[in-house]
Structure formats: structure tokens, C-alpha cells
């Protein structure tokens, strides 16, 4: 579990390496390519969330198919964040471009804990997606409240 779980984070941030050599034609087309990833796993992460929140009964299968998108968009929206972004309208604060390393930090924290709830959306036990679940929204959350208007 230990072996396997890490090499799923090790590939999951060879991805975001890979993913932030993608090119865009112009800076609109990055934001609207960052906000459409995010905007795709926020649609797959609160259907988890209802499940966790006991808003719809659990569902396995649904969960693990939700975790799975959500792994793959997790890895997505970072290489939309470009310089020539930031004059771009947006609810992304300025700060966003001068603290890149701290929001690179938070961006692998999320991955990390998505790789985490994928795992668990994997075991079939709610109790561990609700955990999986918590940790994950918190490394959104604390994004939001530092970076986003
Ligand atoms: C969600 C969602 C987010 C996070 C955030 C956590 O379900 O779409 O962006 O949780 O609200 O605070």
C-alpha cells in the first residue's frame, strides 16, 4: 500500500510537470482552460462530498468513478496560471504570481490528497472517503482563502 501510494504521487506530479509545458494561444485561452478544469472536478468533487455529507446515500462505484475524474483534473488547471495571466479578469488575486512557490506547494498538497481520496473511494469504506473527503477540501479552501477573491 505504502509502495504503491507512492509511486501514484510520483506520477501524479511528473503529470503537473508535464502538463506546465503546454501552450496557450493566447492568455484568455489559459484562463478559461484553468477555470474549466476547475470547474469539472468541483462538479465531481461535491458529488463525493453529498455522499460524504450523507446529502445521498453512498454509493461505492459512484464514488470511486467521481475520485478518478477528480484525480485526473486535479493535475490540469496549473499550467493555466502562465504570467501573462495575471492581467487577465479573474478571481485570482495578484499575489497568486508573486508567491508561485507557496501556490506550487499548495497545488502538490492537493494532488497528494486527492491521490489519498482516490485510494480511498477505492476501499469502498465511507468512513475513510468522509476523512479522505475533509483533508482534501481543507488544501482547496486554504487556496481559496490566500488566492482567490
Ligand atoms: C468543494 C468545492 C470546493 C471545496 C471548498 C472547500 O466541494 O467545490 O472548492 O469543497 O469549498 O472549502
Known amino acids: 500500500m505504502k509502495v504503491h501510494l507512492g509511486w501514484a504521487l510520483v506520477s501524479a506530479l511528473m503529470l503537473t510537470a508535464g502538463t506546465a509545458q503546454a501552450q496557450f494561444q493566447k492568455p484568455e485561452d489559459a484562463v478559461k482552460y484553468r477555470q474549466s478544469a476547475f470547474s469539472v472536478m468541483g462538479t465531481h468533487f461535491s458529488r463525493i462530498g453529498a455522499m460524504a455529507n450523507g446529502r445521498v446515500p453512498f454509493d461505492a462505484k459512484a464514488a470511486q468513478d467521481n475520485a478518478a475524474i477528480v484525480l485526473a483534473m486535479s493535475k490540469l488547471p496549473w499550467a493555466g496560471f502562465t504570467p501573462d495571466t495575471e492581467k487577465v479578469k479573474s478571481r485570482a ?15 502538490d498538497k492537493m494532488v497528494a490528497a486527492v491521490v489519498a481520496l482516490d485510494a480511498a473511494a477505492r476501499t469502498g469504506n465511507l468512513d475513510s472517503v468522509k476523512k479522505a473527503f475533509g483533508e482534501t477540501a481543507a488544501t482547496c479552501k486554504a487556496c481559496h482563502d490566500a488566492y482567490r477573491e
Open 93 to 107: 488575486k495578484p499575489e497568486l504570481w508573486m508567491e508561485m512557490t507557496k501556490v506550487q506547494a499548495g497545488a
